[in-house]
């Protein structure tokens, strides 16, 4: 089945630094690709998307890009503020439609 | 927030008994999950729904059943509630499989003792 693998598994960084975490993918039929950030005891929120139809996608600060060659997907957080401090989720579409999402970032933005 | 609450927030259960977790919308999106969140695992699909009565599996589903008798009602159910189900678990809507953006409601702690 289809295997979500996403590095790091913790990330910390100073204010004002960027942050990139990738993820990679096994299913080539894979089309959508969300990105959720989870705060501490809160749901998992969206907060990009990219489909399979394009290679980088921007929003504000944070940017998703995607090779679909390589399977691979990337999500690029400029100019880091502490509230951007929570749990990273990617996850890809797979088989029929069903999401398998990655085990998660903990970043860390230090003042 | 999309309009999605799960009940109970926590609940704490011995070995063996049935547990049941439900989940309300009222966005009338078609599509409805359940998934577990476990430490070093993200979140796991469950069960799904794809319309009233209309259920299929998910990558970890032995162990746990699902019902849905109303657009808006999701119920998830360990019949016999195991420590391996200690987790948190969520529920999700969707106005599609997979496509979209899924909301996820609070979450439900659920330990078993």
């Known amino acids: 089945g289809e295997n979500v693998e996403q590095h790091p598994s913790t990330l910390s960084v100073q204010e004002g630094d960027s942050a990139v975490i990738k993820c990679t993918y096994s299913d080539s039929a894979s089309n959508y690709f969300p990105w959720y950030k989870q705060e501490l005891g809160k749901r998992p929120q969206l907060i990009i998307d990219i489909r399979s139809n394009v290679g980088e996608k921007k929003d504000q600060r944070i940017a998703v890009t995607l090779n679909k060659t390589a399977k691979h997907f990337s999500l690029h957080i400029t100019e880091t503020q502490p509230e951007d401090s929570a749990v990273y989720f990617c996850a890809a579409s797979y088989n029929n439609n069903d999401m398998r999402f990655g085990a998660g970032t903990r970043l860390t933005v230090k003042p | 927030d999309a309009g999605i609450t799960q009940s109970p927030r926590h609940k704490v259960t011995e070995t063996g008994t049935p547990v049941t977790l439900r989940c309300h919308q009222t966005?009338?999106?078609?599509?409805m999950y359940w998934y577990r969140q476990d430490p070093g695992h993200g979140l796991r699909l469950i069960h799904y729904s794809y319309g009233v009565k209309d259920t299929d599996k998910g990558e970890v589903s032995d162990g746990y059943s699902v019902s849905r008798s109303k657009t808006e009602d999701f119920l998830l159910t360990l019949e016999s509630a195991t420590s391996s189900q200690t987790s948190v678990y969520f529920c999700a809507i969707s106005q599609t499989h997979g496509e979209t953006e899924a909301f996820f409601g609070q979450g439900t702690r659920l330990t078993v003792v």
């Open positions: 966005e009338n999106h078609r599509y």
